[in-house]
């Protein structure tokens, strides 16, 4: 029997679960060992493909998980299972994870990136990679960053945009087809309050709270009723007010002031949240996990997640790999061939979160006390417990 320390809140969730026993501080379980035993807290919390990282209130930011091209920052190409912090001492207000790149926001606004850098996702003018952060060209500063697959987009104070990085299908939004290693502007003339970099397209808010989209469109993405790749912002079709919204892989959500989910794209898992795949793909917004208000939200690889007011996290979509946290890696349903919800899953242990991210095959959820809890595929140990055991119920990060 293995036996390991771990913080009592984390023996109340394992013991509600019915997986452990418990005898003061130390905990057995299905002999599998959790090294580590200090949480870390953060302010923020964002997963990526394989690896995932966490900001803490001081500015500080960790990395953990895949480290094949420097995406933890740390200098090295040496993943691991426990957060790591960055390398330069920089202080950041932000962080955004893509698919094998990184990018921080510091307090004066200037972007730096780390990581892969193949299709010049770091924007730093050139192709190679980085194991620390290296500061993006063109010397403009930003209030927000998004990385996503191999794009990267920042949100100037002016509400301009601009992105840079691969860009075959229209991701960057500057009218063309050409990869850049440094900012261009996204055309058309709109001013954003927020945006978010998907797969291989891009998704924004003007002050109004209207919701644009552009690049690839194979399966609805960019929600404008069709799926023609676009290369610069189209509307997205409805109407609709929103007040944020996130991209996943190839579907994107956005939420209103009330709570209620919207989302669009691809639905070949349920990812979409509503009850069907009957149709693979939507290309105009449907209403997602209908019934539940969102205080937060976030779409991943082929799933979704979202918190409401209460703090109790849904998750629903492709659940193969236990990104759902719900206890149940083989259903309750199957799509196709795949484990799946198509309606929203609570996640197991009763936590209250404030956030949660949700990354290609895991997430990550920022609980009521500043604590990171992941659960989901832990292949390159994204889900920063010291081990590279697969989860279906939150895990605690821990140094």
């Known amino acids: 029997m293995t036996r390991w320390l771990l913080a009592e809140s984390d023996v109340a969730l394992a013991a509600s679960l019915g997986f452990v026993t418990a005898s003061g501080a130390l905990v057995a379980c ?3 060992k959790v090294a580590g035993t200090t949480p870390i807290t953060f302010a923020s919390v964002s997963a990526g493909s394989d690896h995932t990282c966490g900001l803490t209130a001081s500015g500080t930011a960790y990395c953990w998980g895949s480290d094949a091209y420097g995406a933890l920052g740390d200098g090295t190409t040496t993943s691991s299972g426990t957060p790591v912090p960055v390398a330069g001492a920089l202080t950041f207000t932000a962080l955004s994870v893509g698919a094998e790149h990184t ?20 924007g730093d003018g050139t192709a190679t990679d980085r194991t620390t952060p290296a500061p993006v060209s063109g ?40 990869d ?11 001013t954003f309050t927020t945006l ?59 939420v209103t002031s009330a709570g209620v989910a919207y989302c669009w794209g691809v639905n070949g898992v349920g990812e979409l949240g509503i009850g069907t795949i009957a149709e693979g793909y939507r290309t105009t917004p449907v209403v997602a996990a209908r019934g539940l208000a969102f205080a937060a939200f976030s779409a991943g690889g082929q799933h979704s ?48 979160f404030g956030t949660v991210s949700a990354g290609d095959r895991h997430s990550c959820g920022l609980s009521a006390a500043g604590t990171v809890y992941c659960w989901g595929s832990n292949q390159y140990a994204q889900l920063g417990n ?14």
């Open 196 to 254: 978010s970099a998907g797969g291989l397209y891009t998704c924004a808010l003007t002050t109004a709270g209207a919701a644009y989209c552009w690049g690839f469109n194979l399966y609805g993405e960019v929600g404008d009723g069709t799926t023609t790749n676009r290369w610069a912002p189209v509307a997205v079709s409805g109407g609709l007010s929103f007040a944020s919204l996130s991209t996943g892989d190839d579907h994107a959500c956005a």
């Open 305 to 352: 997640c979202g918190v409401t007011s209460a703090g109790t996290a849904y998750c629903w979509g492709q659940n193969a790999d236990g990104q759902l946290g719900d206890g149940n890696m083989a259903g309750p349903e199957s799509c196709g061939s795949v484990p799946c919800s198509m309606t929203p899953a609570a996640v197991a242990g009763r936590l209250v």
């Open 139 to 178: 010397g403009l500063t930003f209030v927000a960053l998004s990385a996503g697959l191999t794009h990267t987009c920042g949100l100037a104070a002016t509400g301009a945009a601009y992105c840079w990085g691969q860009n075959v299908y229209g991701a960057l939004g500057d009218g063309t087809s050409a």
């Open 103 to 122: 990018c921080g926001l510091t307090r004066a606004g200037a972007a730096y990136c780390w990581g892969h850098n193949n299709f010049q996702a770091l």
């Open 180 to 190: 850049r290693s440094a900012p261009v502007a996204v055309t058309g003339g709109l």
């Open 386 to 399: 010291g081990t590279k055991v697969t989860s279906d119920v939150p895990v605690l990060v821990v140094r």
């Open 30 to 32: 299905g002999g599998e």
